[in-house]
């Protein structure tokens, strides 16, 4: 069996709970920035930077221009992720997620201050190019830490839940990007253009302080506590997740193909496509962005749900059954959406991103940090989500706007292009074994571990504090997890 089956334990430990709340909205505030500014920034890649940073000689040459540079973000984040999952794993996921926060937040406000094509033409593509790679290199390991931070703190009976509630913060990001972006579009176009556009870029500014005061005042996870007073922590994380990580990581990649995918897909391809040249009425900017909106109101309810679900039901279960939603979806959503009805594509987006893409993140949340062992773990996940990352979001505005152009807006090839992301991540639930509630101490990954193996010794988190000392530390904290193992 996997799950844990001690009695549950009170919840209402003093030190315990201030931990898991404070960790809690350390990733939050996190996860709401690197979305607030990546939603933004695919909002205005189909709409904005297109005009503002490339020549108009040609206008569909700068769309895939754009949508390449987006991009760009993408390719980084790997590298990102390779480097600042290494730190976290040798040096502990605190201090990680203090970096990260400042590179990717100062990178996005500098985004608000660049010049324009007309000013200093083949340069601002260029700062663009730079600025998107800062940004993708320090968010290569924010979704990554937040992930593995909320699974190490979670109750392990409700880790789902608790690992979901961070990503949250994904949901309120997108959703205050687009409504933000509605806003601006009330603005008359040539003020928009002219100044409108680098508000809200600027005021991410203000987030950064946020997560920064409170992510100085975060402690170190007990998990990794653990490894360093047992001295255990890895001397060389690369080295292990590519000899003995690497099944985690492709199988993670496969799990995030069509979440990843599909979710870049409904919020910035569906909107070029809908409001561009490829269909005969295209549906005014303003009103398709709704679609993004409702998505991400659902989103805040249907990640923490799912999550929920999971651990009753198992990560498999609800996250197999959001990708045969959406290869069930794909084909009906672009016809849909090559219709041009205004309403109804509200409906697809938000049904796209709301339902299929989210019924899949909220067991992702919990089931990535549980796939690997505890002395690659940040690494591993990393690796695995930012590869898919480009695999899947960095080239689904490229290949899409060029699968779009090359046939003239057939919609046809989107809706294949999503059920083939769909497919992928269907086969990967069956090749990935059940994680809900695995002992997050243990050394090994779950991807070399039999499905059936009996996994014994599972030690909630809560419980380690309530064996600490009432005034006890982190350390203290840690030395209960060496008494119960």
Not at 183 to 196: H, K, N, R, V
Not at 205 to 220: D, G, P, Q, S, Y
Not at 250 to 277: D, P, W
């Amino acid at each position: 069996m996997t799950e844990n089956t001690r009695p549950p334990v009170p919840t209402d430990d003093p030190e315990y709970a201030d931990n898991l709340r404070r960790a809690t909205l350390a990733s939050s505030i996190g996860s709401a920035l690197e979305y607030f500014d990546f939603a933004l920034y695919g909002l205005m890649t189909a709409l904005v930077f297109n005009k503002l940073f490339f020549d108009q000689s040609d206008p569909a040459v700068a769309v895939i221009g754009a949508f390449a540079i987006y991009g760009v973000g993408f390719v980084a984040r790997p590298f990102g992720g390779l480097f600042f999952g290494t730190m976290g794993d040798r040096l502990g996921r605190k201090g990680v997620l203090v970096i990260t926060i400042v590179l990717m937040g100062g990178a996005s406000t500098a985004i608000g201050l660049l010049p324009t094509y007309e000013t200093i033409g083949l340069w601002a593509p260029a700062l663009l190019v730079l600025l998107r790679l800062a940004q993708g290199f320090g968010a290569g390991a924010e979704q990554a830490g937040a992930t593995v931070l909320m699974a190490e703190y979670a109750p392990v009976k409700r880790r789902g839940f608790f690992s979901a509630l961070p990503f949250v913060g994904i949901q309120a990001g997108t959703l205050l990007a687009a409504v933000v972006f509605s806003l601006l579009t009330l603005m008359p176009d040539e003020a928009f253009l002219s100044w409108g556009w680098r508000i809200p870029f600027l005021g991410s500014f203000a987030l950064i302080l946020v997560a920064l005061f409170i992510r100085m005042r975060l402690r170190e996870t007990p998990t990794f506590v653990e490894l360093e007073k047992s001295d255990q922590v890895a001397d060389h994380p690369i080295r292990e997740i590519f000899t003995r990580g690497m099944p985690g990581v492709i199988t993670g990649i496969g799990l995030r193909m069509a979440e990843n995918g599909g979710s870049y897909i409904f919020q910035n391809v569906s909107l070029a496509f809908v409001a561009g040249t490829f269909i005969a009425n295209p549906v005014d900017r303003g009103i398709a962005t709704w679609g993004v909106t409702i998505g991400s109101l659902i989103g805040i309810f249907s990640v923490p749900l799912s999550g929920h679900l999971s651990d009753k039901l198992g990560r498999r279960a609800v996250y197999r059954f959001g990708a045969v939603f959406m290869l069930l979806f794909a084909f009906p959503a672009w016809w849909m959406l090559s219709l041009g009805n205004g309403p109804l594509t509200i409906a697809v987006i938000a049904v796209g991103i709301g339902v299929a893409v989210n019924s899949m993140l909220g067991p992702q949340c919990a089931m990535l940090p549980e796939l690997f062992g505890n002395k690659h773990r940040y690494l591993g996940v990393a690796m695995a989500r930012e590869l898919s990352a480009v695999l899947a979001g960095g080239l689904a505005g490229v290949v899409g706007t060029w699968l779009l152009t090359l046939t003239g807006g057939n919609w046809v090839v989107m809706g294949l292009y999503l059920a083939t992301l769909a497919a992928i991540t269907t086969a990967a639930t069956f090749l990935v074994p059940e994680t809900k509630g695995r002992d997050l101490l243990r050394k090994e990954d779950a991807i070399r571990v039999s499905t059936d193996e009996e996994d014994t010794g599972l030690i909630d988190l809560q419980d380690i504090y309530e064996a600490a000392p009432a005034a006890g530390t982190a350390s203290s904290a840690s030395a209960a997890v060496g008494a119960r193992s």
